[in-house]
């Protein structure tokens, strides 16, 4: 058998007529949480249609995340609220076999973003929420083992981070504006990795079932924060930078083991720290309008992965005995591009359409696989009467499908 229950007590032998029972101590294994993926895209429709740049633009309500000083932009008390559409298609490595991959989808549908913002002369606040991670992820492999035991490898998990914040911005001057998030951050995670292993008494000796689970169902609180900049030296060009606080997240897992055996169950638990880090994230934009139909847009965030990095002695179940083993994380790059065009149908009506690009960095720890992937984004728009605006953006990528809708109403 390859694998060693977690500080099992494990039946050495039977003597005599008395049955007597020997146990031992086994090796500690660690069955971490898989790969978590997060996500640093602003939170709005239309931002994620224009490549999810917006830190040069921040000029609607889902400035409060992507960047804060952008709300004095706005001349109208707004309410907004956005909702998401996700497919993923998760590869994980076998974990019975030791070789190959396969390929996994699940799918996720949740409100992403609401807020309220209220611009008062030189300045503006806001109260908003944010679901800023909403991943589920599942693998199963199954296969027989050289010496003819069944095996059968699962995981599940759901991360999930949410932000309820308040934003505060205020006009530097006329060309100078600067702003803040201060937010109550949740992580909520919850992840099983299942390891069966049965077989024939006959051919594996004493062993009748041997089952190892590492299960977490937990959430964590911490306060975060957010700043940026935001410089306008003329109409057709402006520049920001923002800064994202993130923090570590403390968890328990239950890590237990049971064996059957023909003479008898043993099974034993314990109790392991787990830490989930949420990176800290800072970068910078440009929006350049080269006429008043069209807005061009670039971004650059740099994401502090490597402060999430477990270190080797904390291995999930990928990274154990999965292709390839475990990756240390390093810290990753994100490169967004995107446009808008605008026009207009009589006073009341403006359209928009919308298109960009993103580059999102390897982050999932597992050496065998090359998670980095290249995001086409479109969508469009339409502002009624200046009043009510809806948005609708797609994002298409190797590992994703990913649909957003938002509605915003100016009173």
């Known amino acids: 058998m390859r694998r060693v229950p977690v500080r099992a007590l494990v039946l050495l032998c039977l ?11 086994a090796p500690e294994q660690r069955l971490g949480p898989p790969p978590v993926q997060y ?27 992507s960047n804060p000083a952008g709300l004095t932009i706005l ?22 076999t030791g070789e190959g991959f396969g390929s996994f989808t699940t ?40 010496d003819f035991n069944y095996n059968l490898d699962r995981v599940e998990l759901l991360f999930r981070t949410e932000n309820i914040g308040i934003s505060g911005a205020f006009k530097v001057g006329d060309k100078i504006s600067l702003g803040a998030s201060i937010r109550g ?41 957010n700043a940026g900049i935001l410089i306008s030296p003329t109409s057709k060009f402006s520049i920001g930078g923002v800064y994202k606080r993130g923090e570590d997240f403390e968890f328990s897992q239950t890590l237990s083991v049971a064996l059957q055996t023909p003479v ?30 069209i807005t061009l847009l670039a971004d650059v965030l740099r994401i502090s992965y490597a402060d999430a990095d477990l270190g080797p002695n904390s291995l999930n179940l990928y990274q154990r005995f999965g292709e390839g083993g475990r990756e240390a994380l390093k810290d990753g790059t994100e490169f967004h591009t995107g446009l808008e065009y605008t026009f207009a149908s009589g006073n009341d ?10 580059f999102d960095p390897d982050h999932d720890g597992l050496a065998g696989i090359d998670s980095d992937q290249n995001h086409a984004t479109f969508g469009g728009g339409v502002v009624v009467k200046n009043k009510l605006q809806v948005d609708v953006a797609a994002n298409i990528a190797s590992a994703i499908k990913e649909g957003l809708i938002s509605f915003v109403v100016r009173f």
């Not at 009506?349 to 993103?358: A, D, K, Q």
């Open 75 to 96: 001349t109208k008390p707004e309410l907004s609220a956005h909702f998401r559409y996700a497919e993923y298609e998760n590869q994980a490595p076998n974990t019975v």
């Open 15 to 25: 003597l005599g007529s008395g049955a007597l029972v020997a146990a031992q101590e």
């Open 349 to 358: 009506w403006i359209f928009s359409l919308r298109g960009g690009y993103y």
């Open 107 to 146: 799918r996720l549908g949740s409100p992403s973003f609401f807020s309220v913002v209220y611009p008062w002369q030189r300045a503006a606040a806001s109260v908003y929420y944010q679901r800023s991670a909403d991943y589920r992820a599942r693998s199963s492999f199954d296969d027989l083992l050289p």
């Open 264 to 293: 008898g169950d043993v099974s034993d638990s314990e109790r392991q720290s787990v830490r989930i880090t949420v990176p800290d994230a800072y970068g910078g934009g440009i929006a350049i309008r080269p006429n008043d139909r």
């Open 39 to 65: 996500n640093f895209a602003p939170p709005g429709a239309r931002s994620l249609a224009m490549g999810a740049s917006f830190i040069g633009l921040a000029d609607d309500a889902t400035a409060s995340e």
């Open 185 to 225: 951050t949740r992580v909520r995670l919850d992840s099983t990795q299942e390891v069966n292993i049965g077989g024939d008494p006959a051919d594996i000796g004493l062993l009748s079932l041997f089952r190892n689970v590492g299960s977490l169902n937990e959430s964590n609180f911490k306060t975060t924060f």
